[in-house]
């Protein structure tokens, strides 16, 4: 079974820039949430969505948007990209929004020079 | 708002020895609670997770965790480590009607020594 997805793995962008990252769940799961890991640090919720509907924004900037597709994949907006957006972007899918473990993606690793 | 605290940030082990690595959250509240693992360059694998029942839960390759709700600790342990758990282990709290929003401490790099 494909795990959690994520594309590109990796990207550099020039400060200004505006960047899409993308992510395909596990079949079947309909919740989809992304964390942003910064070197040296845990990751930090950015959003959820569960059945295409936001469930939750962390204490990020307008910069970060999201969206979830009919098919559950979703993308990861990130609007005039500043150096310290630098980070591994995390996309981790479950089943549904309540109390269950959640599975990760490998992530991709942003630059902003 | 809530946290979560990882006591050490970095513990070298000789293989065969105990592990416990700790962690405190802040929320008073009803939570979900979580240990992650990540082996160098590889992406986060879930070791364990508590919801409810025994505090006592048990996970992949030998490690448990231990809720202690009146300490607002969940402690991870192991009581021989090999060279291959080698990795930076994450606790992440879930505050019970928060959907999705996992909360991570800063992590706690292990390194064992062959």
């Known amino acids: 079974d494909a795990g959690v997805t994520q594309s590109p793995t990796h990207l550099i962008k020039t400060r200004g820039q505006h960047v899409t990252l993308r992510c395909s769940p596990i079949s079947g799961h309909k919740s989809v949430s992304w964390y942003q890991q910064v070197l040296g640090q845990g990751p930090q919720f950015i959003f959820q969505y569960y059945e295409k509907e936001e469930r939750g924004r962390g204490n990020f900037p307008d910069r970060f948007s999201a969206r979830q597709f009919p098919n559950y994949s979703s993308e990861l907006n990130v609007n005039a990209l500043l150096l310290g957006d630098s980070a591994l972007y995390l996309c981790?899918?479950?089943?549904?929004?309540?109390?269950?473990?959640?599975?990760f993606g490998s992530g991709t690793r942003l630059t902003v020079v | 708002a809530q946290s979560v605290s990882q006591h050490n940030h970095h513990v070298i082990l000789s293989e065969a020895a105990s592990l416990e690595l700790g962690c405190n959250y802040s929320?008073?509240?009803?939570?979900?609670l979580f240990w992650y693992v990540q082996y160098p360059g590889q992406h986060l694998q879930l070791l364990l997770k508590y919801f409810s029942g025994d505090p006592l839960v048990k996970g992949i390759k030998g490690f448990e965790a231990e809720f202690i709700k009146s300490k607002f600790s969940f402690n991870l342990r192991k009581p021989s480590v090999q060279w291959s758990d080698t990795a930076e282990y994450f606790c992440a709290v879930k505050e019970y009607n928060q959907g999705g929003k996992l909360i991570f401490g800063q992590g706690t790099e292990l390194s064992v020594k062959p």
């Open positions: 929320y008073g509240g009803t939570v979900n």
């Open positions: 981790a899918s479950s089943y549904w929004d309540g109390p269950i473990g959640y599975t």
